[in-house]
């Protein structure tokens, strides 16, 4: 059994605890929360919680819940943390965790440098082998390494132009916005294409991004000039073979993003996560060699999978296929 602690149980510490759970070669053996919130009474009746410093032990016993100890206790009786802190911090964490010799998967918001390899598990699983730092690309990134890996090693890539049309915040957030406005990333490339080239380190690819008032996903509109000849239905063809890609039809009435998340709901995912991608399947033409499409990219969950499958590069012997196989049917991708 890998003993895996989640350090940060926020929007991707709490859904990456649940499906470690799910795993018959995992478990997890703890939770770092700060603030004793309902966060924090709920994950006290799921997981043994410990909190982020010694100030933490009074005012969690204060608040009648129950805790282990501090991050350094857990860390002391684990394998593998999964950093799961805001933006930033797991790079001031990474001392700590060098400290207790334990390996550690970081998130999309930290940067490149904070691991030996930045990680998707359809493009580069093998390169996370062994590795002591590893970092789970962004949503965004994950998104786009979803839709373009098939691509790029099946037909071949010579320029990928993505339009990032991001989320405002998620849904249970009240503070970040935009709330009635479009805002511009005024850098160009957007830093999400630089993200991409992290995995494939080839790929000759552009994003922009702007910023819309929506909580419920993140819609990319993508033009790839292909390096062979294919038509939008051979393109879609080879997506179907990958679980972690999920077609929709505009015709079955999926006209928009809310009807994909309620498809979610429908289905009966916990927290209507979808870890699959969404790719509106008529939305793909080929027109004078280059393929045009719109995916869509339920941010709070679609790197889950890959934080599952980072873990078994890191610390065993599962090939990627047996591993992508594992977490598909413990999380119901199929
Ligand atoms: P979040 O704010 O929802 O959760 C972070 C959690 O860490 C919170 O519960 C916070 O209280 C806790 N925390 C703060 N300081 C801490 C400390 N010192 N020790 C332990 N816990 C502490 O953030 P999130 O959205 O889950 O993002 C986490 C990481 O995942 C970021 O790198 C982010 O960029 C990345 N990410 C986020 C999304 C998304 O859409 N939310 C998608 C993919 C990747």
């Known amino acids: 059994m890998i003993k895996v602690a ?4 926020g929007t991707i510490g709490k859904r990456v605890a649940d499906a470690v759970s799910k795993q018959k070669d995992m478990q997890i053996v703890g939770v770092v929360k700060r603030t004793p919130d309902y966060l924090s009474r709920i994950a006290a009746q799921k997981h043994k919680l410990y909190v982020s410093d010694d100030s933490g032990l009074k005012t969690f016993d204060e608040s009648g819940i129950k805790v282990h100890g501090t991050v350094k206790d857990l860390l002391n009786g684990c394998d593998i943390v999964i950093d799961a802190t805001p933006e930033g911090m797991g790079d001031q964490n990474k001392a700590l965790y060098r400290k207790h010799n334990v390996r550690a998967v970081f998130q999309g918001g930290e940067k490149e440098t904070v691991a030996d390899v930045s990680f998707n598990a359809y493009a580069n ?7 002591t730092f590893v970092r789970v690309v ?5 998104a786009l390494m979803r839709s373009l890996y098939p691509i790029y090693s099946e037909l071949g890539i010579k320029k990928v132009n993505a339009t990032l049309v991001r989320r405002g915040t998620d849904p249970n957030d009240h503070k970040k916005g935009p709330m009635n406005a479009i805002e511009p990333s005024f850098s160009f490339p957007s830093h999400h294409s630089i993200d991409a080239k992290t995995i494939i380190r080839d790929l000759n ?3 922009m991004a702007l910023k819309v008032p929506t909580t419920l996903m993140h819609t990319h509109v993508v033009l790839v000039d292909l390096a062979k000849q294919a038509s939008a239905k051979e393109v879609l063809d080879l997506w179907e073979k990958y679980k972690r890609i999920k077609l929709f039809n505009s015709k079955d009435g999926y006209k928009s993003t809310a009807q994909i998340m309620d498809f979610a709901r429908e289905i009966g995912r916990e927290r209507s996560d979808l870890f699959e991608l969404a790719i509106w399947k008529d939305s793909a033409h080929v027109n004078s060699g280059t393929l045009s499409y719109i995916q869509a990219v339920h941010q709070e969950s679609i790197v889950v999978p890959e934080n599952v499958d980072a873990i078994r590069a890191m610390t065993g012997d599962t090939s990627k296929e047996d591993s992508i196989r594992i977490t598909d049917s413990t999380l119901g991708i199929a």
């Not at 989640?6 to 149980?9: E, L, Q, R, S, V």
């Not at 699983?125 to 590795?131: C, L, P, S, V």
């Open 138 to 142: 962004s949503c965004n990134t994950t």
């Open 125 to 131: 699983y093998d390169e996370a082998r062994g590795k």
């Open 205 to 207: 690819i552009d994003s």
């Open 6 to 9: 989640i350090n940060g149980y």
